[in-house]
């Protein structure tokens, strides 16, 4: 009996959802901030994020010094995302939550992709954040309704952010005594921001470690980390066993994977697929580099948009690339990868495998979740099959000439809700896939390498 209560005493850690009241809150910000302040400390910290994104992780992943990885109640099995957090959790756990606390893939408060239901599936409190910049008293009723919205969740308390002064603290914390327990409260400083452009924040590559030094200063003189530790200590149980796959593993094929300052937007789990299924992959940059020698090709997003002149200028990767293709080596691109297989790139010269232009425009043409179904055989899957992603773009493809393999149930797509052109070996689509929900896709484009 010892024994297993010492088993258990090891399994106890901190694990917490950083949720928002809305979007906007500084969810990333705190998150963020944390993660770093509780390294600098030296705990190991496990940052995770809820939904799809790539530019949240990029900079947890340089906070914790280790990858980020998403939770995705849509686009993920009920079993995936338990596997997948109790696989990868360490002695401090945050979880960064996406828009506001009951916000999700549909309008049902609460519903499936919302950081409530993916905090009441891992078994987590939630740490509130709330923007007090324009309330005082009022914040009792604000915080006393999202605490009281669902009595199934686990709630912890509050961190209240852009501050205005000491006397403002003093209210906001008079008005939510006996109501629940803040754990700090931040100032406004505008001095530590990281800047944003069409997609986001910036990302992890392209910030000053001070910001990161800012954050975590922030945290560590307005945050009570020790009560904020205690109040979200839990059990976690150990991931179950990973099951022998069925799946036939392809041993030797060689990806290569484009990865640099335009290509940057991959999930850890899409490239741990690769190699788990035996592939080795292969990153090379398509602004500077020569094409690798490698079996085939993927292509994620990222922001080729606003790197389309060093892509156009690196002419001798591009016929390389194009030369494999004809040669039948297969190519997968996502997103901003499928901008660079068009003719064009804000007039600049891509790669041609498909006809049609894109450009960049100022308004967000398509973000949320995808429903798709596959109309034909294409390089990840088979007619017929249905799956799920996500699309996130402010581009716009004009004059394609190719057929589409997806019919969209749910998003926008290329053109009339429908993506994915392809051709024998090529496969271009707005949507992003996670692997997690589609494993199978991942084991068809590694065969057609081999």
């Not at 990858?67 to 959790?89: C, E, G, H, W, Y």
């Not at 945050?94 to 049902?108: K, N, P, R, T, Y």
């Not at 990222?302 to 190519?331: C, F």
């Not at 994915?420 to 929900?437: K, M, P, Q």
């Amino acid at each position: 009996m010892s024994g297993l209560n010492e088993r258990s005493m090891k399994q106890k850690s901190s694990a917490f959802t950083v949720a928002g009241t809305h979007s906007g809150v500084g969810k990333t910000t705190l998150a963020v901030g944390l993660i770093s302040a509780f390294r600098r400390r030296g705990y190991d910290v496990q940052p995770f994020k809820a939904g799809p994104d790539f530019i949240d992780t990029s900079l947890h992943t340089l906070a914790a010094g280790k990858p980020s990885r998403n939770l995705d109640t849509f686009m993920m099995s009920r079993s995936a995302v338990i596997q997948s957090f109790r696989k990868n959790t360490s002695k401090v756990n945050i979880v960064e939550g996406v828009m506001g606390l009951f916000d999700g893939a549909s309008a049902a408060a609460g519903g499936q992709g919302s950081t409530s239901h993916l905090a009441k599936l891992l078994g987590i409190p939630v740490v509130l954040v709330v923007d007090a910049s324009g309330l005082a008293g009022s914040v009792s009723a604000l915080v006393h309704g999202y605490m009281t919205f669902d009595p199934s969740l686990k709630f912890a308390g509050v961190i209240l952010n852009r501050v205005g002064s000491e006397r403002h603290r003093e209210l906001l914390e008079e008005a939510l005594r006996g109501v629940t327990t803040v754990f700090g409260a931040i100032p406004k400083d505008e001095a530590v921001k990281i800047p944003e452009r069409h997609l986001g924040l910036f990302m992890a590559h392209e910030v000053d470690r001070t910001v990161l030094n800012g954050y975590s200063k922030l945290v560590e003189e307005n945050i009570d980390m020790d009560i904020l530790l205690e109040a979200t200590e839990v059990e976690i149980p150990d991931a179950e066993p990973e099951p022998e796959s069925q799946l036939k593993a392809v041993d030797g094929v060689r990806v290569g994977v484009a990865m640099d300052e335009a290509f940057c937007f991959y999930y850890p789990e899409n490239l741990d697929i690769l190699r788990n299924f035996g592939a080795e992959v292969v990153p090379f940059s398509p602004l500077r580099d020569a094409l690798p020698d490698v079996d085939a090709f993927y292509i994620g997003g990222g922001y080729p948009e606003l790197y389309a002149k060093q892509l156009e200028e690196n002419g001798s990767l591009r016929e390389a690339l194009v030369d494999a293709i004809r040669h039948g080596s297969p190519l997968y691109a996502e997103c901003g990868g499928l901008l660079y297989c068009l003719e064009q790139l804000e007039d600049k010269k891509m790669l041609g495998l498909f006809k049609g232009s894109a450009k960049l425009t100022n308004r967000l043409h398509a973000v949320g979740y995808v429903e798709a179904v596959a109309v034909a055989d294409s390089l990840l899957f088979s007619r017929g099959a249905r799956f799920r992603g996500h699309e996130f773009h402010y581009s716009t493809v004009n004059g394609v000439m190719a057929e589409f393999a997806y019919e969209l149930l749910k998003g926008v797509g290329i053109e009339s809700k429908r993506d994915g052109i392809f051709r024998e070996n090529v496969l271009a689509s707005y949507t992003h896939l996670h692997a997690l929900g589609n494993e199978k896709a991942f084991l068809r484009f590694l065969e057609a390498a081999r």
